[in-house]
């Protein structure tokens, strides 16, 4: 993928979050901050050439957020801009203003790596059972529970141990 055709995609991603009413300058730079597909161009490479699979119906999008949880809450803030922004995100579930938990499908062991590095997410207290690995982590002042999922997660792990 070009630096032109990233650019356009993370463009793309910024007005669907305008759209969408969080157009704060302060949350579109964050949204840009966030964008994978500038700042990683090996993530991007790897993501065009993916190939499209069918996930089981358990395994498809979801994204909840609880009733009492305020729409500019911090995890629901956090969920969105993920979402928007990061094609590996399967599922977002807002528990608290606090907390979130979050399924990602990474397309290779960086990605693998970013996400658990992202989250600040220590390894070591981490679990993998049933092709699932969760950790716990964090992101500014949300508790994040982390769940990776793919075909290669666990060999992508034995291949990394130490990604935190």
Same mark, same amino acid.
């Given at each position: 993928? #070009? /630096?032109?055709? %990233?650019?356009?995609?993370? +463009?793309? !991603? *910024?007005? @669907?979050?305008? =759209?969408?009413? &969080? ?19 090996? #993530? /991007?490479?790897? %993501?065009?050439?993916?190939? +499209?699979? !069918? *996930?089981? @119906?358990?395994? =498809?999008?979801? &994204? ?30 807002? !528990? ?34 049933d092709g699932e690995y969760t950790v716990r982590g964090r992101r500014g002042d949300v508790a994040v529970d982390l769940t990776i999922v793919g075909d290669a997660v666990h060999t992508w792990l034995e291949a990394a141990p130490?990604?935190?």
């Open positions: 993928m #070009t /630096a032109s055709l %990233r650019v356009q995609a993370a +463009a793309g !991603r *910024l007005r @669907a979050a305008m =759209e969408a009413g &969080h157009g704060t300058p302060e949350e579109l730079a964050q949204a840009l901050e966030d964008c994978r597909l500038l700042q990683s161009p090996e #993530t /991007a490479a790897a %993501r065009a050439e993916r190939t +499209a699979v !069918r *996930l089981p @119906a358990f395994r =498809e999008e979801r &994204h909840t957020v609880g009733l009492d949880v305020a729409e500019d809450a911090p995890a629901a803030d956090l969920a969105l801009r993920l979402r928007l922004s990061q094609h590996d995100v399967t599922h977002t579930d807002v !528990r608290s203003a606090t907390k979130l938990r979050i399924t990602v499908r990474p397309q290779s062991v960086d990605c693998l790596r970013w996400w658990i590095c992202w989250f600040e997410a220590g390894t070591a207290s981490g679990a993998y059972t130490h990604a935190s």
